[in-house]
C-alpha cells in the first residue's frame, strides 16, 4: 500500500489527506427499506454511488460522484453526477449534494446521502459530543463495519437520534451510515450506504478516468438546471448544447466508470431532439388552421362549445388537473389565473379555459373521482377561470403530443378569427416579476389584432 493510501486511511486531523495529489477511487452501495409495522424488511431502492477524489496543494479536495439507482423512480442524467467541493476540513464550499431521488406515493423525494468524508474528523474521540448547528454530535461505540474498526457516531436533533455514521477509526473515511427518513403521512424508511472497495489510482489510470471530467463539467454547467430540477425534459437549447459534444463524450468515457452514462447522455439527447422536430412539425400543422369543433363539459356539468369562441381571443390549457401527487407544473396555473385577472382589468375580450386531460375521466366507474379531484386542485389554487374535462377525445384532435413522447401542459390560443394562433407543449420558462411572459405577448398580439379590424 502506497504512502499516500496510507494517509488517507491514517491521518485522523490532518488537514487534507490528498495533499500529495493522490486520487482515490470509493464504491459505495445502499438501500432503501420501510420500516413501519407492516414493512416486509424488503428494499424499495437499491443504489450504488461512485466517487472520484482529488486535491490541491491548498489541502481541498474535489469529489466527482455518479450515482446509479434502482426502483422507486430516480434523478435523470443531468442530476446523477456531480462536483463536490470542500475545504481543507471536508465542509462542502459549493451547493451540490450527493442524492437519491424516491418516488413515494406519485411524489418525488430528494434524499441526501452521507459525503464519505466526514465533516468532523477532529473532534472523534471516545465517549465525544459536540454540536453543530441543528444537530449534536455523540461517539458512542467502537465497531466493526465492513471488515473496518469504526467509531460509531450518532446524530440526533430535537426530534431524537436521525442518523448513525461509522468513520474508520485514525480516519476521517465513511465507510457507513443509517438513516431515518419520512415521507409522505409520516411513513418510515431507513435509508443506507456502506462501503464496498477503495482504490488509489496511478498516474495511468488517473489519466483516462478524469479525461471525460472536463466535458463532463462543462456540459452540466451549459445546461444550468436548478438543483431541485426533478424532470428529465430538456430545452431545445439544451438539447443542442448537448448534441455538439456527445460524441466527444462518448469516446473521451469509453473504458471508464463514466462510460455508461456517457451512453445514456447520448441516447436521451438524440430521443428527445427528434421529438422537438416532431413537436415543431406537429405545432406547424395546427397553427393557423381553423380551430376543429368541439364540445366539453365543466365540472360543473355545463357545456361548453367551440363555436361560442367566436370573436373572443381564447386560451385553451390542457393538462392533467389532478389534486395529488401535486407536483409541477401544477405551479403555471396560478400564473395562468394572474394572466385571466390581468386581461379582465385591461378589458381585453379573452377567455381562458382549463381542460382536465385524465384517463379516469374515460371509464364510468371512475368518472366522478376524476371530476372530484379536479375540483380539489381548482379550490386549492383558487382558480376562477372554469376547468373542463376530457377522456381524451378532445386532445386527440390537437393531435395529443403523448403520442410523440412528449408530456402535457399543451397550450392553445386561438384568434377572435377562429384560427389557431399558437400552440405549445410543455412548460413556460417563468420569472416571477414576469410571469408566464411567452403567454402573455402571444395574447397581447391577437388583442392587438383583433382592435385594429
Not at 101 to 119: I, N, R, T, V
Amino acid at each position: 500500500m502506497t504512502s499516500a493510501l496510507l494517509s488517507f486511511l491514517l491521518a485522523a486531523t490532518a488537514a487534507s489527506p490528498f495533499a500529495d495529489g493522490a486520487t482515490v477511487e470509493l464504491r459505495y452501495s445502499g438501500s432503501l427499506t420501510p420500516t413501519g409495522r407492516d414493512a416486509t424488511g424488503a428494499s424499495v431502492k437499491t443504489f450504488t454511488m461512485y466517487g472520484l477524489f482529488t486535491s490541491d496543494v491548498a489541502g481541498t479536495h474535489e469529489v466527482v460522484f455518479l450515482v446509479d439507482e434502482r426502483g422507486g423512480g430516480g434523478w435523470s442524467w443531468p442530476e446523477r453526477y456531480g462536483f463536490l467541493s470542500l475545504d481543507a476540513k471536508n465542509r462542502p464550499t459549493n451547493e451540490t449534494r450527493i442524492r437519491i431521488l424516491h418516488d413515494h406515493d406519485g411524489s418525488k423525494y430528494p434524499l441526501d446521502l452521507s459525503q464519505p468524508l466526514f465533516e468532523h474528523s477532529e473532534k472523534i474521540a471516545e465517549d465525544a459530543k459536540w454540536i453543530a448547528g441543528k444537530f449534536q454530535f455523540e461517539v458512542t461505540r467502537s465497531r466493526k463495519v465492513a471488515g473496518r474498526d469504526c467509531w460509531q457516531i450518532d446524530v440526533s436533533n430535537s426530534f431524537g437520534r436521525r442518523k448513525q455514521i461509522w468513520v474508520k477509526k485514525g480516519s476521517n473515511l465513511v465507510v457507513a451510515s443509517s438513516q431515518r427518513i419520512t415521507m409522505g403521512r409520516g411513513d418510515q424508511f431507513n435509508l443506507k450506504m456502506e462501503l464496498e472497495s477503495l482504490k488509489e489510482l496511478d498516474s495511468s489510470a488517473r489519466s483516462k478516468v478524469t479525461k471525460p471530467l472536463r466535458l463532463l463539467r462543462q456540459l452540466q454547467e451549459s445546461l444550468g438546471r436548478g438543483k431541485d430540477e426533478i424532470r428529465p425534459e430538456l430545452t431545445k437549447t439544451q438539447v443542442a448544447t448537448a448534441l455538439k459534444i456527445v460524441k466527444q463524450l462518448e469516446q473521451e468515457a469509453a473504458g471508464t466508470p463514466f462510460s455508461k452514462l456517457a451512453s445514456v447522455i447520448s441516447r436521451d439527447v438524440k430521443a428527445q431532439s427528434r421529438r422537438d422536430d416532431d413537436l415543431a412539425n406537429l405545432s406547424q400543422k395546427f397553427v393557423g388552421q381553423p380551430v376543429p369543433q368541439f364540445t366539453l363539459k365543466t365540472l360543473r356539468n355545463k357545456t361548453v362549445n367551440s363555436k361560442e369562441f367566436a370573436g373572443h381571443v381564447v386560451v385553451l390549457h390542457f393538462w392533467s388537473y389532478k389534486d395529488k401527487p401535486l407536483v409541477e407544473p401544477y405551479g403555471q396555473v396560478g400564473y395562468l389565473e394572474y394572466l385571466k385577472a390581468n386581461a379582465e382589468r385591461k378589458k381585453y375580450n379573452v377567455r381562458i379555459f382549463g381542460v382536465a386531460v385524465n384517463s379516469r375521466l374515460a371509464d364510468a366507474g371512475q368518472y366522478s373521482s376524476g371530476v372530484r379531484s379536479a375540483r380539489k386542485l381548482k379550490s386549492f389554487m383558487n382558480l376562477s377561470y372554469p376547468v373542463m374535462t376530457d377522456n381524451g377525445e378532445v386532445l386527440n384532435k390537437f393531435g395529443d403530443p403523448r403520442r410523440l413522447g412528449a408530456k402535457l401542459p399543451l397550450w392553445i390560443v386561438i384568434g377572435a378569427d377562429g384560427k389557431i394562433a399558437d400552440y405549445k407543449v410543455g412548460l413556460y420558462s417563468i420569472k416571477p416579476d414576469k410571469g408566464l411572459h411567452e403567454l402573455q405577448s402571444v395574447v397581447a398580439e391577437q388583442v392587438k389584432k383583433q382592435r385594429t379590424k
